[in-house]
C-alpha cells in the first residue's frame, strides 16, 4: 500500500492550499482517512479526519478554516486549507485506516506559511 501526497508549499498568510492523497495498492477496505501535521521537536497531531460514510472530525485549531474530503471511489483524501496562518506551518502526513485495523501513512508534504 502506498499513500502519494501533494499539494504542498509557501503561501502567505490569508492565503489557501489544497493537499491531495492517493492510495493505491492492495487495500482491502478504507475506513478513516485524515491528516495529520508536524513541526521539529513536537509530536505529529491531528488535523482532520473523515470517515467511510463522511462524518467530520477536526482540530480545534483548524475549525472554520480546513476542509476533509474524500473520493471513495478513488481512494483519495483532500484537505482544503483557507485562511492559513503561519501556525499552520508544518509537514502533513495523509493516513489511513482499513477496517482491518491497518494503519498506513503518506511521505509528508511540507506546508510554509509565511510572508
Known amino acids: 500500500v502506498q499513500l502519494q501526497a501533494s499539494g504542498g508549499g509557501l503561501v502567505q498568510p490569508g492565503g489557501s492550499l489544497r493537499l491531495s492523497c492517493a492510495a493505491s495498492g492492495s487495500i482491502f477496505s478504507i475506513n478513516n482517512m485524515g491528516w495529520y501535521r508536524q513541526v521539529p521537536g513536537k509530536q505529529r497531531e491531528l488535523v482532520a479526519t473523515?470517515?467511510?460514510?463522511?462524518?467530520?472530525h477536526y482540530a480545534e485549531s483548524v475549525k472554520g478554516r480546513f476542509t476533509i474530503s474524500r473520493d471513495n471511489a478513488k481512494n483519495t483524501v483532500d484537505l482544503q486549507m483557507d485562511s492559513l496562518k503561519p501556525e499552520d506551518t508544518a509537514v502533513y502526513y495523509c493516513?489511513?485506516?482499513?477496517?482491518?485495523?491497518?494503519?498506513?501513512w503518506g511521505q509528508g508534504t511540507l506546508v510554509t506559511v509565511s510572508s
Open positions: 493516513n489511513i485506516a482499513t477496517i482491518l485495523s491497518e494503519y498506513y
Open positions: 473523515i470517515s467511510s460514510g463522511g462524518r467530520t
